[in-house]
């Protein structure tokens, strides 16, 4: 079970949002990389990037500030990337860049003859993330709920060869009220791939919960806001994962 942080870009700056909505952003750091650099130095085995403007415009706009993170740790963990990729050229690119892993939302639940192509094309680079509120799956930066259920579009996906699942709760994300393990399992129950829990991560009985869970795929777990407020010590939460999992 990875316990992965979460290194959100609004304005070049390191945010979490609640519940996806812009103007509700808190800043914890104005340099990125310093802040990729400390996750590194706890011993962090992979991160998370979203670039938050890019999410919401339908294009990459901290693309500058993420190379400069890749930079900082390219060859020594996995990055996984998301928001604003929209097309084959920037996944590409971002894999040249030093990216692993692209995460695709929107475009995919949008454009699944995009994301078939991208999996085509990158084998083994793309991921989806199904952000759902109430088992429905939101697009566009979370400000637009769709009639999908985040479970039929996983299996969708999963046929197409993306990697793995993101599965974000949109109404426990920032808000520090404890992860959906119900749904996380019901949704890691029905695929093949792993999936990797994001939203609402509060303390370490989440950790406990999810490790309960590993076994039914799921592979770890987003954390932003806990471990930039100190409600949760990542150091402790990984040694606690690895422990359960022995």
């Known amino acids: 079970m990875l316990i992965i942080p979460a290194i959100d870009l609004k304005d070049g700056r390191c945010v979490r949002l609640r519940q996806g909505l812009m103007n509700e952003a808190t800043v914890f750091s104005d340099e990125p990389a310093q802040m990729a650099d400390v996750w590194l130095k706890a011993g962090a085995r992979r991160l998370h990037l979203v670039d938050l403007n890019g ?73 989806v993330g199904l952000d759902a509120r109430d088992g429905r799956v939101a697009v566009d930066g979370w400000s637009k709920l769709t009639g999908h259920d985040v479970v039929d579009l996983a299996r969708k996906f999963e046929g197409y060869g993306v990697e793995a699942i993101i599965y974000t709760d949109i109404g426990r994300d920032g808000m520090l009220t404890g992860v959906n393990v119900e749904a996380t399992k019901a949704l890691a129950k029905e695929l093949t791939i792993p999936v990797i829990a994001s939203g609402g991560v509060t303390g370490l009985d989440d950790i406990r919960q999810l490790c309960a869970i590993a076994s039914e795929g799921v592979m770890g777990v987003i954390t932003g806001r806990a471990i930039y407020e100190g409600s949760i010590d990542f150091v402790q939460a990984q040694m606690l994962a690895d422990e359960l999992d022995g």
């Open 55 to 127: 999410a919401f415009s339908g294009k990459p706009v901290n693309e500058e500030v993420i190379r400069t993170i890749l930079g900082q740790v390219k060859g020594k963990i996995p990055v996984q990337l998301g928001g604003g990729i929209r097309d084959l050229d920037t996944i590409e690119r971002y894999l040249d860049d030093g990216v692993d892993q692209v995460i695709l939302g929107t475009a995919a639940v949008r454009n699944p003859g995009f994301l078939h192509d991208a999996c085509n094309a990158f084998p083994g680079h793309v991921m």
